[in-house]
């Protein structure tokens, strides 16, 4: 009777056990994500990195938190693509607005629910202020929108009047106007499936109850490349860039100055070139700008052609990165946007100005300094002479034994001396004649 017991016992505790591992193993793994904001480079990578994500945690659901006015169609035709091509359920939670590309995206989704005051539509293209493109660029998005409705059994020409006010639809809309729906007519008209408050409504809806929630959130290292894109913080890295180069120019050898300056310009185009908004041509164009620049600084004499060409394309190039262009294509590029990247170069401009007059004058009069530079002045009070030539040279001939810019070396009857022009450039083995003298300072021009 005892043994009867405990083989009761173990089979009701193996039983119970796996009905625990059965009701584990069907639990639902639901993935949400946010669309805050507006359709940029930087909101398709956050979707791709998602994507990723749920694809690799086997996901059950998506569920896209939706909040945007809208941004570029080739973003939004990217999201699109990675919704529709995603093997799982997507519901899209509008909360409150889907505007412009906002609509087109949510329309891409299985499955739209809506808060009680949100909205849909309103997708007509429009550039940086606002105005509408041409017609080539409406029947572009009209082609999209029906081709999206179509795919998720929704009404397409209600989907082409959100981009085309010549579009009317009985019952529906007013002709002239751009489509944008309330909660209540896009549930009424099939674009919307219910009004919620919640994600956990819109799971109760489609009667997923026993489930496991994954939030999605960027990595660190994603976090923090997010750090760098925010505009004020890229101009003291532009700052450290310039300022970097130009205390390096000024010491011999490699050091701290030239690995701030490398460090602050990785740590500037990366984020942006992730994000796709630095174009391989852009970054080209900076590194041209740079080599002009160190051209003009060690090749040819004075400041020039090459030195402000060198300037332009740096500046421009930094310029062109913070923008959201497209090649050459500008068109949806906001007033705003441009500002804020012009701002930001101009102000990291005055801040190596400022940071130069401020930061030289402390490194030359500092301790650290003063440990590999001559400070003390050689008096002939003190016993100090200077040596002299001891015949005159002014007058002679000779030829440049090095590039004079203004400073080098030259050749006199087989003597090498120092010496400089008086501001011009002499070429190596050019004819030169001695001009003045003092002490052993010669000044030398062409002959």
């Known amino acids: 009777m005892k043994t009867l017991w405990y083989i009761v ?12 591992f059965s009701a584990q193993a069907q639990k639902s793994k639901v993935f949400t994500m946010q669309i805050h904001g507006e359709i940029d480079p930087r909101m398709e ?22 909040n945007t006015y809208g941004g570029r169609i080739d973003n939004a035709d990217a999201i699109t693509g990675q919704i529709l091509a995603f093997p799982k359920p997507i519901f899209v939670f509008i909360n409150p ?9 949510s329309i891409a989704c299985d499955k739209i629910y809506m808060t009680s005051n949100a909205t849909i539509g309103a997708a007509t293209v429009v550039n940086g202020t606002g105005e509408a493109l041409p017609d080539k ?52 008209n099939n674009y919307c499936e219910g009004e919620v408050k919640s994600v956990a409504e819109i799971l109760a809806q489609n009667q997923i109850k026993n ?9 660190p290292l994603e976090q923090f490349i997010s750090i760098f894109l925010n505009p004020y ?17 000024k010491t011999p050898g490699i050091g701290f100055p030239l690995i701030a300056s490398i460090t602050a310009a990785v740590l500037y185009f990366i984020p942006y070139y992730l994000t796709g908004l630095a174009e391989n041509w852009e970054i080209a164009v900076f590194f041209v700008g740079v080599v002009l620049l160190f051209i003009e600084l060690f090749v040819t004499p004075g400041f020039g052609v090459l030195g402000f060409s060198g300037l332009g394309a740096i500046f421009g190039a930094l310029f062109l990165m913070m923008v959201n262009n497209k090649g050459f294509n500008f068109d949806f590029v906001g007033t705003s946007e441009a500002l804020t990247s012009l701002t930001t170069v101009l102000f990291s401009l005055v801040l190596t100005v400022a940071m130069l007059l401020y930061l030289v004058p402390k490194v030359l009069n500092s301790k650290r300094f003063s440990r590999i530079a001559l ?3 050689l008096n002939s009070e003190d016993g100090y002479t200077a040596s002299v030539y001891s015949d005159s040279l002014v007058g002679k001939n000779g030829i440049a034994h090095t590039v004079l810019r203004p400073s080098g070396k030259i050749m006199i009857d087989n003597t090498i001396y120092d010496a400089s022009t008086l501001g011009d450039f002499i070429e190596k083995d050019s004819k030169i004649i001695v001009v003045r003298q003092e002490g052993t300072s010669l000044q030398v021009k062409k002959a």
Do not use: C
């Open 9 to 20: 016992t173990i089979g009701l505790g193996l039983l119970l056990g796996l009905a625990s």
């Open 45 to 66: 990578r956050y979707v791709k990195l998602a994507f990723e994500e749920a694809q690799k945690n086997k996901v059950d659901y998506v569920v896209i938190d939706m």
């Open 97 to 105: 607005n889907a505007g412009s590309a906002g609509a087109w995206i």
């Open 137 to 188: 660029y409406q029947s572009y998005m009209r082609g999209k929108m029906r081709a999206t409705a179509t795919a998720n059994g929704r009404n397409p020409q209600i989907a082409e009047a959100m981009v085309d006010s010549r579009v009317e639809i009985a019952g529906v809309n007013e002709k002239g106007k751009v489509l944008t729906f309330t909660t209540a007519e896009a549930i009424k």
């Open 211 to 219: 489930y496991e929630k994954i939030a999605f959130e960027l990595s």
């Open 233 to 249: 913080l890229s101009g003291i890295l532009l700052s450290i860039i310039v300022a970097g180069i130009f205390f390096e120019l």
């Open 375 to 377: 400070q003390t002045s």
